[in-house]
């Protein structure tokens, strides 16, 4: 267990709802260790390119739901 306390060591958790989430070890002292629980791209700056391929009208039901349904979108 001591060797994976190492700051900058990633370490998979669950949280009281039963979720994996990675923390990454921040801090440690005698009494505490202190994760970084944020996704890695956290705080960048992104930039994405990508290309139009179709553009349709949204349909009523997509209108009444606010979200898009089909490849892409919400399934239900
Ligand atoms: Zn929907």
Redesign the pocket.
Known sequence: MEDILVIGTAVLMNNDEGHRLTGIIKGITSTEVIMDFNHPMADKELHFTGTIVSVRPATP?EIA?G?V?GDGG?H?
Do not use: P, S, W
Request: aromatic share 0%.
């Open positions: 039901d739901h979200h349904h919400v239900h």
